[in-house]
């Protein structure tokens, strides 16, 4: 194998899940934000709630579509290994996503009574956030589960995701947006909205880590290879750092909670915790895209058209990156409820 040939597959990997951690980041509090809308029963709070992401939200997504596009196009065989056996909750994934949108923008300007008032698309706006977030845990779930293939083909059913793995994997992902949200809502609002969500995040916390362990201690009898990783020496020194680091994180945020003035670090401990399990995910499943048998150098694309794609996200990513980080710059401080989203 060449150095190119061997070299290449590892640097889009790497790329692929930097945009998967940044879509699951940015995206995830405001899908968080509409998961918790429906327990927010003030008319003014829901408004404030939403005013935080406004102008963002869109900008969000753009990540799913970056990583899409490298599986796509760096990775076509896992790519055509992946998408027919997760067709059905990825197809749920997209409408529900397209169902929160129009309910986010509908909102607005709907009537406070009438068929398809503001509580209709209200409800709307919280059941495509659920909706595609346990689609998204589901399809994590069944990925890391095993996908059945021969000969670089998948040969299962297309209700092989339908199974508890990947189900409990859609729960622990929709506990984790709704965490993100509340602590996002902790750093970015005031008064009793921001008490309230104080208040969730601290018993979103502790649901958190419970699913956290369960899924740890689950992942490893999944397959004899995430077994190896969790007890063989030396491989357990790359993933016994994690459950430390998830417990100290732990403290950390329960501490900030407590403390009326930390308002950004719950949100941070929040993200650290996706960190840390995407971490250990990367650990458990690598060097394979489509587990147990698919590695990166199996599924990835000749050299020649991932040099290609390479130069065009050298150009685009920082360009992203740089929109990304100045929008949410010029939209930074805390929202009030005479802030309004037109």
């Known amino acids: 194998m060449s150095n190119a040939a061997y070299w290449l597959p590892i640097v889009w990997a790497v790329l692929s899940a930097l945009a998967i951690f940044l879509y699951i980041c940015l995206d995830g509090f405001d899908l968080g934000i509409g998961i918790l809308f429906l327990g927010e029963k ?9 005013n935080t ?24 065989v896992a790519y055509g290994t992946i998408l027919p056996a997760l067709y059905l909750p990825v197809l749920f994934m997209l409408l529900a996503l397209i169902l929160r949108g129009v309910a986010f923008e509908f909102r607005f300007k709907a009537e406070v009574h009438g068929l398809l008032n503001r509580s209709f698309w209200d409800t709307a706006f919280c059941f495509g956030s659920l909706v595609a977030a346990m689609a998204q845990g589901i399809i994590l779930g069944a990925l890391i589960m095993g996908i059945k293939i021969q000969n670089h083909t998948f040969v299962g059913s297309a209700w092989d995701w339908f199974a508890p793995f990947p189900l409990f994997c859609g729960v622990a992902v929709a506990f984790g947006y709704a965490l993100l949200g509340a602590t996002w809502l902790i750093w970015r609002t005031e008064t009793d909205l921001q008490t309230t969500m104080r208040r969730l995040a601290g018993i979103l916390g502790i649901s958190m880590l419970v699913l956290i362990a369960i ?21 357990i020194l790359f993933v016994a750092p994690v459950p430390v680091a ?7 945020f329960f ?12 949100f941070l401990c929040a993200l650290a915790w996706f960190f840390l399990c995407f971490s250990g ?15 990166i150098w199996d599924a990835s694309a000749p050299p020649t058209s991932q040099i290609f794609l390479l130069v065009g996200a050298a150009i685009l990513l920082p360009i992203i990156m740089s929109y990304t980080a100045y929008s949410y710059y010029v939209f930074r401080g805390t929202v009030t409820a005479d802030q309004n989203y037109h």
């Open 246 to 252: 998830v417990v100290a994180v732990a403290a950390t």
């Open 255 to 266: 501490l900030s909670l407590r403390g009326k003035r930390a308002k950004l670090t719950p």
């Open 215 to 235: 899924v740890s201690f689950w992942t490893p009898y999944l397959h004899a290879t995430y077994m190896q990783k969790w007890t063989v020496w030396p491989r």
């Open 281 to 295: 995910l990367g650990i458990n499943i690598w060097p394979y895209i489509v587990p147990p048998t698919m590695t």
């Open 53 to 76: 992401v406004a102008p963002v939200w869109d900008g969000n997504e753009t990540w799913m579509v970056f990583g899409g596009a490298a599986l796509y196009g760096v990775f076509p």
């Open 42 to 50: 003030d008319q003014g709070h829901r408004n404030t709630m939403v």
